[in-house]
Structures are given as C-alpha cells and as structure tokens.
C-alpha cells in the first residue's frame, strides 16, 4: 500500500483499455495516454500489460509505503528514486515499509507522463468496464478524480510473481514509453474532411501549446485555412485531427468527446497514438502522410515487436 505525499500537477488511475464500449453512451474511451508506458510497468512486476496503475504527469509525485509492495516504472524518466537511489524506467522494486518513492520533473522532449504499477494490481472498482478515471464524469479510478494527498492506493490480491522477484530488479530490454523523436514524426492517414487540407497538415512542423491536456493537444503554427463553413457534429475517436476555424490543428486524446463539429482532416495511425500521451508544451511535431495499408502494416509491426520483448523478459 502508497500513501499519497504529494500527487503532483495530475496523477490518476489509469487502464491500458479504457471504456471502448461506452462510447454509445456518450462516455470518453480513456484509459492510459500512453498505452505502452504503462504495459512496461506492469510486466516488470508480472501483472496483465493492461492492468490499472497510476499515470502521473510532469512529476512531482511522491508516495510513502505503509505496507511492502512491489512496484514497477514505465514511461517518460520522471527522475523516480527510492529513498533517493534512481529507480529507472523499465525495472521493478521491491518498497519496504516507510520507504519513499519520489518523482521530478521531466528533461524537456522526454516525455511527460510516467506510470507506476503494484504487484497484483490496484484495488478500485470496475465501473462501465474498467478501472480508469473518467474526470469528464467523475467516475473510475478513485472517486473518479485526480489523486491528492493523504490518498492510499492498495494492491489487490498480490500476484504469483511476486514471490519470485522479491528482492530482484527486472528490467525491460527494449523502449520503456512511446516515443517517435525529436521532432516527433506521427503518421496519419487522411479523414473526412482531409481533401486539400492533409497535405498542409504534413508539410509544417508544429509545437505543442501549453493549452493540452488528456482531452487534447493543442498545436500551434501557420494555420491552416479550411473553408468548409459549419459542419454536423460527427463521431470522432483518439488520434482524430480536428481543424478549428483559427486553423491550428488539435489532435484528440484517450478524454477527448465521443462526437465533435471540427472538420476532421485526417487520423493518426494506431501505432502512433501514444506517442501523442507523451508530448508536451513546447515540443515539435510533423505528420506524415501514409496510406491505410501502411498503417496497418505499422500496427502489426508494433505488436510483433512488443511480443518479442515480453518474450525476452519471460526468458
């Protein structure tokens, strides 16, 4: 069990599925912004890759162990240590009763989001099919808010690796967030709306404002001039590239609404959605335009390369 000593700027309980099937009801998919930060946590102390744990933005967090527990890091290099000795992305701890986990602040272009798993999981309820935190509907994850101080976060029942790695630090061999370099180059197939507008989007480089959240980034450059006048609202999905009439793109989230207005100009490749989780205000972005089969291709490619590295760590 962690006590809450500081939740930092935001740090929720997070899934790595989110609420799929809610989307009927008007309920954001959520879930983890970066999907395969926080697999990386999981494994590391043997749980599902999808299993809920705490996502912590830009740092600042700092938990105390009541109770032994095994914990793993995933994500962007917060700066984590346990009682001052570094804790790196990608291996696991065993956390000894009264010790300190501590988080920083991220070197910039390195990510934003950090994640944190227990051995076994966390012990909140499922609601509408997961765990994580709706803060749209205050729902999910605990009391469906932003963890704050004095806040404990238990295990469930501990799972059968435990045992076997107390003691031992595991380490991840391959990338511990999503990340696509600096600039980060995300690839997009072209939407609804994308026609004459798609090829604007891919030939400027853009910065991340300072304006983002779960729900969206926001970014900034030469805007783009649509000329498409007032549109129906339409579904609209995580990766969905939206045009507003100021012409600076925003990219929707795992928060974002399950309908919107903007004209959608294209749609990020699957492969690439977490990229988008660990970007934050200041860091450049380009677009590349590909087809739908290469984004296809690009997918299978991921979780083949994932199922190698889950391989290696079970060898």
Do not use: K
């Not at 790196?88 to 920083?104: D, I």
């Not at 076997?164 to 061999?173: D, I, K, L, N, Q």
């Not at 709306?193 to 404002?209: F, K, N, P, R």
């Not at 579904?235 to 919107?260: E, F, H, M, R, S």
């Amino acid at each position: 069990m962690l006590e809450v000593l500081a939740p930092g700027p935001l740090t929720t309980i997070q899934d790595g599925i989110g609420r799929l099937d809610a989307a009927g009801l008007g309920v954001p998919r959520g879930g983890a912004a970066d999907p395969y930060g926080l697999a990386v946590a999981n494994l590391v102390v043997g749980n599902a890759p999808a299993a809920a744990g705490l996502e912590i933005t830009l740092g600042g967090a700092a938990f105390l162990a009541r109770a032994s527990c095994l914990v793993g890091v995933g994500g962007a290099d917060l700066g984590t240590t346990l009682d001052g000795r570094p804790l790196a992305p990608g291996s696991s701890q065993r956390v000894a009763t009264g010790q300190r986990l501590s988080f920083g602040t991220p070197e910039p272009g390195s990510g934003i989001r950090g994640y944190l798993a227990l051995a076994g999981g966390i012990d909140v309820p499922t609601v509408l099919g997961s765990a994580s935190t709706c803060l749209a509907g205050a729902f999910g994850g605990l009391d469906g808010r932003p963890l704050r101080e004095g806040d404990r976060v238990a295990t469930r029942v501990p799972s059968s690796g435990e045992a076997s790695r107390a003691g031992r630090v595991e380490r991840w061999t391959g990338p511990v967030r999503s990340s696509a370099g600096d600039p980060a180059v995300v690839r997009i197939t072209p939407g609804p709306h994308g026609s004459g507008l798609v090829a604007a989007l891919a030939d400027a480089t853009w910065e991340v404002s300072p304006i983002s959240s779960r729900v969206g980034i926001r970014l900034t450059g030469t805007a783009i001039a649509a000329g498409l006048g007032r549109l129906s609202s339409l579904p609209v999905a995580w990766g969905a590239v939206q045009l507003p009439p100021n012409g600076q793109p925003i990219v929707l989230l795992v928060d974002a609404p399950t309908v919107g207005g903007y004209p959608v100009v294209a749609v990020v490749a699957s492969a690439d959605r977490g990229v988008l989780g660990q970007l934050g205000p200041g860091d450049a972005l380009r677009f590349a335009l590909v087809s739908e089969a290469e984004a296809r291709a690009a997918e299978i490619d991921r979780r083949r390369a994932f199922a190698a590295l889950v391989a290696d760590l079970a060898g």
